[in-house]
């Protein structure tokens, strides 16, 4: 079992950067495939990126690819998000998930994810 928390949320103006950690603790970092959501009030939780155990593939949805890029630190067993050119239609609750119990795939829906966070809210001005 892994136990996961992220950081690094706050207000940012659009056109902004800001980026997200994710740390763990529990089960070795390195298991788990990793991914980050984000729910907007009033929506589904959505995908934004997922990351392979050992850091070598990655996946993005389009609406953020060319912005966001997901990356892992196993040796600090820590996740990140780094968001560019945030745009208005970007602030939401932001999580990640690990997923325990494949072997090699990378899941890019919510509902493979074994374990989650309690997310860190990401609000746009613009």
């Known amino acids: 079992q892994v136990q996961l928390a992220e950081s690094g949320g706050g207000s940012v103006q659009a056109g902004g950067s800001l980026r997200l950690s994710c740390s763990a603790s529990?089960?070795?970092?390195?298991?788990?495939?990793m991914g980050w959501f984000r729910q907007a009030p009033g929506k589904e939780r959505e995908f934004v990126a997922a990351?392979?155990?050992?850091?070598?593939?990655?996946y993005s949805a389009d609406s953020v690819k060319g912005r966001f890029t997901i990356s892992r630190d196993n040796a600090k067993n820590t996740l990140y998000l780094q968001m560019n050119s945030l745009k208005p239609e970007d602030p939401a609750v932001y999580f990640c998930?690990?997923?325990?119990?494949?072997?090699?795939?990378?899941?890019?829906?919510?509902?493979?994810?074994?374990?989650w966070g309690r997310g860190t809210q990401v609000p746009v001005s613009s």
């Open positions: 998930a690990a997923d325990g119990h494949s072997s090699y795939a990378v899941p890019l829906t919510a509902y493979e994810y074994d374990y």
């Open positions: 529990g089960r070795t970092f390195s298991s788990y495939a």
């Open positions: 990351i392979s155990r050992g850091g070598s593939r990655t």
